[in-house]
């Protein structure tokens, strides 16, 4: 499990931050999902959720070439963020592939696997398409 850290000082690595995986280490990416999707339908249930809310999978993957443990998370979206690419003709595509672009963590990050504060890498995937897909355009990316 990863976890953002803050690190007052480089010698404190006492203050890293450890959380526990929601679901079991075990569970197979299916199944993780499908109980991420009924404890959204339990809680939010309606015909909104239905039709507009889809669903991404990030992988995050620690960058210690010994470890290289990955993270599965499942998260439900809406609407979809989108970058911009910085070039002249931009298309849908392009944005959507900016997105799911893999991306090197500018955050420390605590590796439970290899007990060690790494670099992280972070890829999404389009995991379950709403019915309406509703695009947001990030104009001003910091």
Known sequence: MYSRVQIPSPVEHKYLIKTQPIFGSNALPIE???EWRK????????EIIEIFYGQIKCTMKCQ?????HE?????????L???????????????????????LSTDPWYCDECNEVVDLSRKVEMWKMPQ???VYLK???L
């Open 32 to 34: 993780i999902a499908e």
């Open 39 to 46: 404890l959204s339908e339990r809680r939010d249930k309606s």
């Open 64 to 68: 210690n070439p010994s470890c290289g």
């Open 71 to 79: 993270q599965k998370t499942y998260e439900l979206v809406f609407p």
């Open 81 to 103: 963020t989108l970058p911009i690419p910085t070039k002249s003709d931009v298309s849908l595509k392009d944005c959507l592939k900016l997105y799911t672009k893999e991306k």
């Open 132 to 134: 309406v897909l509703m």
């Open 139 to 141: 104009r001003f990316c």
